[in-house]
């Protein structure tokens, strides 16, 4: 600055100060990791056939298609908004899938017609938040009733059955030995979307927006455009997740997927990511699937009631949302 | 209340008052900053301190201390003589200290007399709240301090800042609070509203409380207050009266070095018209603006606030529609119909509000100031880390940002750093045109330097520079030509050669000289 009397160097500031090993060990996702190894040793003493590669692999196929969905959900959920939907869009892409079956479409035409009905309740969601600008947490209950309803009527109380041989593969093949299909697409989607958040500028303008959406909009970030593709692949991934349940099943009813919304909303948070917006990793969404997993699996190995899992997944819900705030509370302890 | 017992020659006859507060080396820090080290401040009955220093000198950290909001590390807190021990907000308010500050914390959907008396109510015998006692002496404590024009019953809603003030310190009088903090209290009021401010301090000297008043206005500091304190870096620098003391000791103190002039001179060197603005209209906010801003100009804008010069510049940057005119670029019509067009086409906007607009707090410094320019940073949509490292170095270190490390959370800067990240992230997008709403509002004397200086600069680059002010000096001191509005409309455009600020002043008031 020229104006002042004596002039001071410009300093330079440094790009960091954290060491990143201690912000490692002292992060949420190493504390996940040390849960998961201590479920994992807790279940291999409570049960003698839980260490068994076919054991395991059964297990995955307890979080695979909800922590699809809790991939995109994840993003979402970091942008400030929600879909409590997802849930719903599974049932009702289970259902027109049905449909078409009856009407003699072959395996290629179902998945395109799962996916694509996932893309399209997705940006209907879409549509009504930012370009109405309701609140999403709102929208969403309302077509949670909605395309479920729309199941309801179409089914009743019947089921679609008689999908061709080759559209079992998605939920029940292998890609190799205890491999299954719907592993590997989990962990394919979640390289993809960890990269897609955490390493290039569309991931960035979400966290932008969950931390300030004014300031980001000043910043000429096209809020309403990201959140929209943002219900668009929450959606995309619901139809996914469908086609994926479908294939398994080899039914559809119209309560398939009842309840997922809260357990693809729990991972996320369990994960790491805060449910008021603006911070979480792929990773720890991961960790939470598989901890999800192990201790579903865990629980129904010890023949646990169905009914006494979901108070579970209430409970852990609770504390999921508790804990974060009690954790970041230690580690600012820490650092005073 | 008689408010002319107390005139000035009054308090001259008893200069060796006794102070009613004394805070006496007081420390505390936070981890990796001092905020504070051995500082000393006296209140006295009667008088008003001012508590001068820039940003991140300490000023708010001691008002914390104060209401009991942070516990020093080290130091006494007396009040009249005896020693206390201020460990919650509850135990300073017990104590008589109140504080109103800038957004005076006082609760919009209750009434008048709620606020005032909310936590002592006055009770019936059934120990429900007496509504009707609690509204006569709402009146009364309000009128007792002349602003009986302010109805017990009305909602806090309804109430414009400067009367939030009033029902702040209203609420201060009814529990009988002997020392009353103010907090930067003018920032957000017009000229007329100040003065009214500044009759109610000079009741509440006459009634024997000890003020203390944050302002970096020096007017108003000479105006108002009787003693000083100056805070530099966390250690007090300076106190006295400030009738024996000049504007440029106490500038002294604060920045530890002679600042010898505040505005840059600068030979404008201006240009064709870059940004042409006409007949430019919206629904309710304003009518029919037209001007240019010209190459290498400061084109100053000067109003009351609500004239509508933040929403016309709001408009020029996509985010508020408009209903007629145009607005063009080198030649071209442009429709900016979000920021993000805007940006594209080389207009940016330093906004008044930089906390909520400015800044995304929670994000460290290299991602605020890559925010806007992500497209160049990247490649075909990946992030390069170290392109937007070199960029916010660049920027920041251009504008000599103080701060521990590029990672840093905006949100742990001063308002002056922040200022300099929201300015350091337009200026790496390469704009044509820069529009700052009241760029210096609230930031310390060094940042404002700064800023200042920077202007300059940018403007001999070839750069076109808006700047919506309201603080006249400003005006005066950087601007090539001034913009006057007045409800919404232009009420002049005046070459700033030889231009009076009376005039100024006038034309915004719609005054017509005589």
């Known amino acids: 600055m020229s104006t002042t009397s004596d002039t001071i160097a410009p300093r330079q500031i440094p790009d960091r100060l954290d060491r990143p090993l201690v912000s490692l060990v002292f992060s949420w996702e190493a504390l996940l990791v040390l849960v998961a190894v201590a479920i994992f040793v807790a279940n291999s003493l409570a049960s003698p056939y839980f260490l068994d590669a076919w054991s395991l692999s059964d297990l995955t196929f307890n979080f695979t298609e909800k922590g699809l969905i809790a991939l995109a959900m994840a993003l979402l959920i970091i942008s400030g908004e929600i879909d409590l939907s997802v849930a719903a869009i599974v049932a009702l892409a289970s259902t027109l899938m049905g449909m078409a079956v009856q009407a003699g479409v072959g395996t290629p035409g179902l998945v395109a017609i799962g996916i694509v009905a996932g893309l399209a309740c997705g940006a209907f969601n879409g549509l009504l938040v930012t370009r109405f600008g309701l609140p999403s947490i709102v929208v969403t209950i309302g077509t949670m009733s909605l395309f479920r309803g729309i199941a309801f009527i179409i089914l009743g109380d019947q089921a679609y059955k008689g999908y061709p041989a080759g559209f079992a593969f998605f939920g029940q093949g292998y890609v190799w030995w205890v491999v299954s299909f719907e592993l590997v697409l989990f962990l394919a989607a979640a390289i993809v979307y960890g990269f897609l958040l955490h390493r290039t500028s569309f991931g960035r303008r979400v966290f932008a927006i969950g931390n300030n959406p004014v300031a980001a909009q000043y910043s000429g970030v096209r809020v309403g455009r990201i959140k929209f593709v943002l219900f668009c692949l929450t959606g995309l991934m619901a139809g996914i997740a469908s086609v994926l349940i479908t294939s398994r099943l080899g039914s559809t009813r119209p309560s398939i997927a009842q309840g997922y919304e809260l357990e693809v909303i729990t991972m996320v948070v369990l994960g790491g990511v805060s449910i008021l917006g603006g911070a979480g990793s792929i990773m720890g969404v991961v960790l939470a699937a598989f901890i999800m997993g192990l201790v579903t699996f865990g629980l129904g190995l010890l023949n646990v009631p169905g009914i006494v899992m979901s108070i579970f997944i209430g409970l852990l819900l609770i504390t999921v949302i508790a804990l974060p705030i009690v954790w970041r509370r230690i580690k600012g302890r820490r650092a005073a | ?514």
Do not use: C
């Open chain 2, 1 to 514: 209340m008689d408010t002319t017992a107390l005139s000035p020659e009054a308090k001259n006859v008893r200069p060796s008052l006794a102070p009613r507060l004394t805070l006496a080396r007081i420390s505390k820090s936070f981890p990796g900053v001092r905020a504070l080290h051995d500082v000393r401040l006296s209140l006295y009955p009667g008088q008003v301190t001012a508590l001068i220093g820039e940003n991140g000198a300490g000023k708010s950290t001691l008002v914390k201390i104060l209401t009991g909001i942070y516990q020093p590390d080290a130091g006494e807190i007396s009040i009249d003589g005896k020693a206390v021990e201020l460990s919650s907000a509850h135990k300073a308010f017990e104590h008589g200290i109140t504080a109103i500050h800038q957004e005076t914390v006082l609760f919009d959907d209750l009434s008048v007399a709620e606020n005032i008396f909310l936590g002592h109510a006055p009770r019936t015998r059934f120990g429900t709240i007496d509504w009707k006692t609690m509204r006569a002496n709402a009146s009364e404590v309000l009128t007792t301090m002349r602003a009986g024009h302010i109805d017990a019953d009305a909602r806090l809603r309804d109430l414009g800042i400067a009367n939030k003030h009033l029902v702040a310190v209203a609420r201060a009088m009814s529990i009988d609070a002997q020392i009353v903090i103010m907090d930067e209290p003018t920032a957000a009021l017009s000229a007329k509203e100040i003065e009214e401010l500044f009759l109610l301090i000079e009741f509440l000297k006459s009634d024997g409380k000890a003020v203390l008043f944050i302002s970096h206005k020096f007017d108003e500091i000479y105006r108002i207050a009787d003693r000083y304190t100056v805070f530099r870096d966390g250690e007090m620098v300076g106190e006295g009266l400030l009738a024996d003391t000049g504007q440029s000791e106490i500038v002294q103190m604060m920045v530890g070095r002679a600042v010898d002039q505040i505005f840059p001179r600068r030979e404008a060197n201006i240009g064709a018209p870059v940004l042409s603005v006409s007949k430019l209209s919206h629904p309710t906010e304003f009518d029919d603006i037209s001007f240019d801003l010209h190459k290498g100009e400061i084109l100053g804008f000067y109003g009351l606030v609500g004239a509508g010069r933040s929403e016309v510049m709001q408009a020029i940057f996509g985010i508020t529609r408009t209903s007629a005119g145009q607005i063009a670029l080198e030649g071209k019509t442009i429709a900016p119909k979000s920021a993000a067009d805007a940006i594209d086409a080389g207009i940016v906007y330093v906004p008044e509000e930089r906390g909520k607009q400015g800044v995304v707090i929670g994000m460290p410094i290299f991602k605020n100031v890559s925010l806007p320019s992500l497209k160049r940073t990247s490649s075909s949509g990946v992030l390069r880390l170290k392109q937007e490292f070199d960029l916010a170095r660049a920027y920041t270190q251009r504008l000599d940002l103080r701060a521990a490390s590029l990672s840093q959370d905006v949100g742990t800067l001063s308002g002056g750093n922040q200022q300099k990240i929201v300015i350091a992230k337009w200026l790496a997008t390469a704009p044509k045109v820069i529009i700052l709403d009241e760029p210096t509002k609230g930031i310390d004397i060094g940042s404002k330097a700064a800023v200042h200086g920077f202007m300059a600069e940018l403007v001999a680059e070839g750069l076109s520079v808006i700047m919506v002010s309201s603080e006249l000096p400003e005006i005066l001191g950087m601007s090539d030509r001034v913009v006057v509005m007045r409800e919404g409309r232009i009420a002049d455009i005046f070459d700033n050669k030889g231009l009076d600020a009376v005039r100024l002043v006038e034309t915004a008031a719609g005054i017509v000289p005589a």
